[in-house]
């Protein structure tokens, strides 16, 4: 853990709790100390894809606090005219609950909790048993990249580590093997080399690189790599890209992570500060994000370490 910046004494720290402090990433804003933070752990599209016979919708799609990465699924268990009922799954391949939908032509079903969202619409063609709404959430980076150019081995095992940078990261052969395997860099999104690594020149050969930013697999294919092909990563959120929590947001930032310990300007650029994500605090002292309060997240950030301790307002008594 470490921490950044200089703080004033205030009262946002009400107890003698040990606090524990992480650096995180604020992308854009003006924050105050005390500004209670939402981590965005994911994406998530606004619309699901359909597949099967009917032709109707999934939309109004959006996460929770709990939003998983990888495919949501709502499938079609029971088909009427007009209308329907899905059972939804997470990418766990458990059963999240039902979304029914209401009788008429061009229907809605809504279903909501604290992993997905979504609203489920008749079409001109009715849904049949099986038909589907596929919603592919993304998280902060991909498990594996594919190859651009002409060799067809692999990029696996995909990890971020504690310097992942916001960006692309390309993975690229700067020399060939003789018959197999091959020389690459791996690039930061700022263009410079993070790490070199050697794949072996034999058949099926592997070469792990792993370092401060970021980490992953190589295999050799059936045809070998050339010079210039290359494996981009796009990492769309940094890991610990932090924004003013808010109960209503759907990339994760609905759950607490830490709270604030310094006053930051990232209006211009992105910028790095601490926050503590365990301590005790004065519940006066506290920023949420307009039509969030203590209330909607006391009991979670209790949970995680974060105290909450109420206080008197001076001329109160």
């Known amino acids: 853990m470490s921490e950044i910046g200089t703080f004033q004494p205030d009262n946002l720290i009400a107890g003698n709790a040990e606090l524990m402090t992480e650096s995180v990433r604020i992308p854009s804003g003006t924050l105050v100390r005390g500004t209670v933070l939402g981590r965005q752990k994911v994406t998530v599209p606004t619309t699901g894809t359909m597949a099967g016979t009917g032709d109707g919708t999934c939309t109004a ?4 606090a709990k939003t998983l990465v990888g495919s949501y699924v709502a499938k079609c268990i029971r088909a009427v005219t007009n209308g ?4 939804v799954s997470n990418p ?7 979304v029914l939908i209401t009788a008429g032509a ?7 909790s604290n992993e997905i969202n979504l609203t489920i619409t008749d079409g001109s063609t009715d849904f049949a048993v099986g038909d589907t709404a596929t919603i592919a959430v993304t998280g902060v980076i991909p498990a594996s990249a594919s190859v651009t150019g002409i060799g067809n081995g692999t990029c696996t095992l995909i990890e ?18 003789t018959t197999h395997g091959g020389t690459f860099n791996v690039n930061d999104p700022d263009g410079n080399t ?15 690189f792993d370092n401060d930013q970021i980490k992953g697999r190589l295999t050799d294919g ?7 092909d290359y494996f981009d990563i796009v990492v769309a959120i940094h890991p610990r890209q932090c924004i003013t929590l808010d109960k209503a947001a ?8 830490g709270v604030l310990l310094e006053a930051i300007d990232a209006s211009a650029a992105a910028q790095m500060a601490a926050v503590a994500i365990k301590g005790e605090f004065n519940q006066r002292a506290l920023v949420f994000a307009s039509g969030t309060d203590v209330e909607d997240v006391r009991d979670r950030m209790m949970e995680l370490g974060m105290v909450i301790r109420q206080s008197i307002a001076a001329g109160a008594i």
């Open 222 to 228: 059936s045809t070998n790599f050339i010079v210039g």
């Open 106 to 112: 061009g229907g809605t079903g809504v279903f909501k």
């Open 160 to 177: 971020a580590r504690r310097d992942l940078k916001k960006g692309t990261y390309r993975v690229i052969c700067t020399v060939a093997g």
């Open 92 to 98: 766990l391949g458990q059963q999240i609950g039902n």
């Open 84 to 87: 329907g009922e899905f059972i």
């Open 61 to 64: 799609v959006s996460g929770g």
């Open 194 to 208: 993070a790490q070199t690594v050697s794949l072996p020149d034999t058949g099926g050969g592997t070469v792990d």
């Open 250 to 257: 759907t990339d994760g930032s609905s759950d607490p992570y």
